[in-house]
């Protein structure tokens, strides 16, 4: 059945460093979304992706969507505390645009 | 405002017991989900609702019984608890499948009811 994987699944960085988890799907994807849950919440919306190849930023934050269509990146430059959580992929599921299947997510700790 | 409000938070019950969560948006949404996120963090759909009727029913065991009074509203009935059914339950909305534009599938999640069954 249809697959997304997330790597890696844990990541522990110096505040300061950079972060980057990596998202790849067993299907073509027509749009891939990035949500961010800190601990003890709920998953949060942070970006979708719908061109191939395309990139978006969001202050520190560079999403990347690859030319296939099949993998995406989020990457993290100079990690504060605040960045905190678990990162999710998802990309649509089962033919359905609304469905959503999510990878396993990038468990992000950052040390002060 | 909350948009997709759950209640309960917090959920302990005996093996066996029935229970009920209910989830509620007021996005003006026309699709609903739930999800089932264990102890790994690990966020699967269970079931999803559009306009009332049932879309996608994951393989859930029956014991799960989603009901959709009106478009703002799913709630999760769930019969005979078991231990394995301990985990965060999270209600999701997102506006209309209908014409395919995936814009229109990004999902705000309710805060989570955490299920403790002992």
């Known amino acids: 059945g249809q697959q997304v994987m997330q790597i890696p699944q844990y990541q522990h960085v110096q505040e300061g460093e950079d972060f980057t988890t990596y998202c790849n799907s067993s299907?073509?994807?027509?749009?891939i979304q990035w949500y961010k849950q800190r601990p003890g919440g709920h998953p949060v919306f942070l970006i979708q992706?719908?061109?191939?190849?395309e990139v978006k930023k969001q202050k520190r934050l560079t999403f990347q969507f690859g030319e296939a269509k099949k993998n995406s990146s989020l990457h993290i430059t100079a990690t504060q505390t605040t960045d905190v959580g678990t990162y999710f992929c998802?990309?649509?599921?089962?033919?359905?645009?609304?469905?959503?299947?999510f990878g396993k997510g990038t468990k992000l700790s950052v040390k002060p | 405002d909350t948009a997709v409000s759950q209640t309960p938070k917090y959920l302990v019950t005996q093996m066996g017991n029935d229970k009920s969560i209910k989830c509620e948006q007021n996005?003006?949404?026309?699709?609903m989900y739930w999800y089932k996120q264990d102890s790994k963090k690990f966020l699967k759909i269970m079931f999803s609702?559009?306009?009332?009727?049932?879309?996608i029913n994951e393989t859930v065991p029956n014991r799960f019984s989603p009901k959709s009074p009106d478009k703002a509203h799913l709630n999760l009935h769930i019969n005979s608890l078991e231990l394995g059914d301990s985990a965060v339950y999270f209600c999701?909305?997102?506006?209309?499948?209908?014409?395919?534009?995936?814009?229109?599938?990004?999902?705000?999640f309710g805060a989570g009811t955490r299920l403790s069954v002992l």
């Open positions: 999701a909305s997102s506006q209309d499948l209908v014409g395919g534009r995936w814009a229109k599938n990004i999902q705000y």
């Open positions: 299907t073509t994807l027509s749009n």
């Open positions: 992706l719908v061109k191939s190849g």
């Open positions: 998802a990309g649509p599921y089962g033919g359905s645009q609304g469905n959503l299947i």
């Open positions: 996005l003006g949404h026309d699709t």
């Open positions: 609702y559009n306009n009332k009727e049932l879309i």
